[in-house]
């Protein structure tokens, strides 16, 4: 069901926004909705998801109009603030949130267009399951305004898809990609790599495969073992090996060498896109630090500076809105010094780079060290921008350290 939530200030009931907040109003504005519902929990996520006996009084069948309330009540807030604008990003995650009817997921995204607005030419993505996607499903997403599809299809091999605890079919991921294509979406393919007892040539077949399926998108997440899943416990156990940081990294090479021959620009550390306009341009908002609001319980949001997260429990989280009150468990406005860092952290991470004049002081003297030590590109840092070469994408922690000195 997750890590547990950061500590913060405390929120008000209404949510109201602090009166001294500086709003630009020319500040890009997402909005994340978090489906926290699973058929069964995976052994190394850690994500604020639940299964069916964890729901404790929570229904499935009543999650679109809880967070239809929230909505309703993000237009208030927002508007008493003068900060409210139509979302150029949406984003249906999770969990799993094509386990919702498609119906539900439509009724959600209506009411972001009714309360917020949607501006035309948005970005609508829904994270998918390749088990839960059928050609119907899509089209009536895609009726809905959805204009993106990113499907979970972490491997190809099915003994690593085992020791993840995935247990959908590797085959219905064509199925899935198919479908997409079919209602006109875009599709996005996310892989996960150094499973225990994933092989360099299991990784390959697993690239190559989904570089065969045509995606316009592939993102490729190194797994991270985390405290309290399963996976933790059986790698402290023996019961299977930990993850090796050097293959790892030749898996990540690899990676980029297959990409790049097929026709793909990597534009964040992770994440790989056919042509720009392919881009998610979502996750490109959290990286250069816009503005987002993050619905359903455990989601965090961000408006001119000031945090907020939600109450982790969907019963919680469905309680408070039933009594008319914010869903906001607590909320922060960062010191100079953390939105600093912040800043070096996620836009050092993408291909446009952050800005030299950005860094301060020790850290604008050390870019000359690190290129010399092969981990920032030359030519960029001519023309005023930290960009990360592929070695330093392998050691982005240690640029960020050594940024931020």
Known sequence: MGSALPLGDPAPPDGALPADLVHDP?????????????????????????????????????????????????RTVLERAGARRPAETV?????????????????????VRDHLGVSDAAEVTVEANPDTVTPAVVRELAAAGVTRLSIGMQSAQPHVLAVLDRT?????????????????????????????????????ISLETAIALGPDHLSAYALIVEEGTKLARQIRRGEVPTPDDDLEADMYELADDLLQAAGFGWYEVSNWAREPRFRSRHNLAYWRGTDWWGFGPGA????????????????????????????????????????????????????????????????????????????????????????LTRRGRLLADRVVRTLTA
């Open 26 to 74: 020319a500040t890009p504005f997402g909005v994340y909705v978090h489906v926290p519902f699973c058929r069964a929990r995976c052994g190394y996520c850690d994500f604020n998801t639940y299964t069916a006996g964890e729901l404790r009084g929570a229904r499935q069948d009543q999650y679109a109009d809880t967070v239809l309330h929230e909505i309703a009540l993000a």
């Open 91 to 111: 984003f249906f995650g999770g969990g799993t949130p094509t386990l919702l009817p498609a119906g539900d997921l439509a009724r959600m995204l209506q009411g």
């Open 168 to 204: 959908h079919d590797p085959a219905n991921v064509a199925g899935a990609v198919a479908a997409a294509r079919d209602a006109g979406l875009a599709v996005s393919l996310d892989l996960i790599y150094g499973t225990p007892g994933e092989s360099l040539d299991d990784w390959r």
């Open 300 to 387: 965090h949001s961000h408006v001119a500076g000031l945090r907020w997260w939600n109450v982790k429990h969907p019963a919680a989280y469905g309680q408070r809105l039933a009594a008319a009150e914010s869903p906001a468990a607590a909320r922060e406005r960062p010191d100079a010094a953390a939105r600093h860092l912040e800043t070096v952290l996620l836009r050092s991470r993408i291909s446009e780079g952050l800005e030299v004049s950005e860094l301060l002081g020790e850290g604008r003297h050390a870019v000359a060290g690190l290129i010399a030590d092969g981990l920032i590109e030359g030519g960029s840092a001519v023309r005023g921008r930290v960009v």
